[in-house]
């Protein structure tokens, strides 16, 4: 992964190609700016870095918003971050009083003072300092005062969509579109969590799941159903289905999420794991009873083995 380099603790060299930005997600409009880095960067043997914020911004920004989900955790983030190639992820508590430097101070005080930079990479859109006042005439004019040079990234669109990191969590967690997130993200949306014990029920009708506990409760969890999914244990990837939601046939009222791994009979309890979410099959519904869903989830196993066959999981490099 990205060495992950908290901002007391960076040490400052101007011969650095840096951007700026909370990422979350990484998604496609973010890599077009981050493999600019990395490409300048490996043009003048520099140290390549993204600069990033926890908790989130608009956290603290808009206290209202405090209950935002991410599509990333830090730790996630410097893994995608590592496969791209990017030396090291800053990270800077965002609290009150940082939110409150102006963007002047922002790249005088952090930027150039404390981490050092010699190529600044922007978006066409990136607004930053205390009421956003910070736009990439801020960063061309202190670049000129401090002697770094800026670069502009156009606004990146996939189809007739625009990414954003917004976008990306409607769909997953509003509409369960598993497809439209994987192609904004470039690779399927995660989850790493634990396996934790449960009532056992699956096992008894023939398919036993694994209870997942999300390692970061403030990850997004895409809407109810029931998805193919790939499975990633030990380092080794499988397949299988994920149900999310109450189990309704059982009167469940607890929200579980529920993952069936396909040809494994292992003991994971305990173990981290992470699921790799492809496609939604169906909406979460209520049986008459047993066998009805036992038929079901043969229909599903049989759906999301026919979904796998035709795609390959996201494997970490």
Do not use: C
């Amino acid at each position: 992964m990205a060495d992950i380099v908290f901002l007391k603790d960076v040490k400052r060299d101007t011969n650095t190609v840096l951007t700026v930005g909370t990422f979350d997600g990484v998604h496609a409009g973010h890599k077009v700016l981050i493999k600019r880095v990395i490409k300048l960067a490996q043009e003048v043997d520099a140290r390549s870095v993204v600069v990033t914020f926890d908790p989130h911004p608009r956290e603290i920004i808009e206290p209202g918003d405090a209950g935002i989900k991410l599509l990333s955790s830090l730790q996630e983030r410097s893994e995608l971050l590592a496969d791209l190639g990017v030396d090291q992820m800053v990270v800077i508590p965002f609290d009150r009083d940082f939110s409150l430097l102006t963007s002047e101070q922002f790249v005088k005080e952090i930027i150039w003072e404390k981490i050092g930079v010699s190529q600044f990479v922007i978006g066409y859109d990136h607004q930053f300092g205390r009421d956003r006042e910070g736009t990439i005439d801020t960063v061309q004019r202190l670049g000129k005062k401090f002697g770094f040079t800026s670069f502009v990234v156009s606004k990146q669109e996939v189809g007739d969509k625009t990414v954003s990191s917004t976008a990306i969590r409607k769909a997953i967690q509003g509409e369960g579109d598993m497809r439209l997130a994987a192609s904004f993200l470039e690779r399927f949306y995660i989850l790493n969590g634990t396996v934790v014990h449960g009532d056992k029920r699956g096992k008894t009708i023939g398919y036993p799941t694994a209870n997942i506990q999300p390692e970061n409760e403030k990850k997004v969890t895409p809407k109810k159903g029931v998805y193919a999914v790939y499975v990633r244990v030990e380092e080794k990837y499988h397949s299988g289905m994920m149900n999310i939601g109450q189990r309704p046939t059982f009167e469940g009222d607890v929200y579980t999420l529920e993952v069936h791994i396909f040809d494994f009979n292992e003991d994971i309890y305990g173990k981290d794991i992470q699921v790799q979410f492809v496609e939604r099959i169906r909406d979460e519904v209520a049986f008459s009873g047993i066998e009805e869903l036992k038929s079901q989830l043969k229909k599903d196993e049989t759906e999301a083995r026919k979904i796998l066959n035709n795609h390959s999981p996201n494997i970490a490099k």
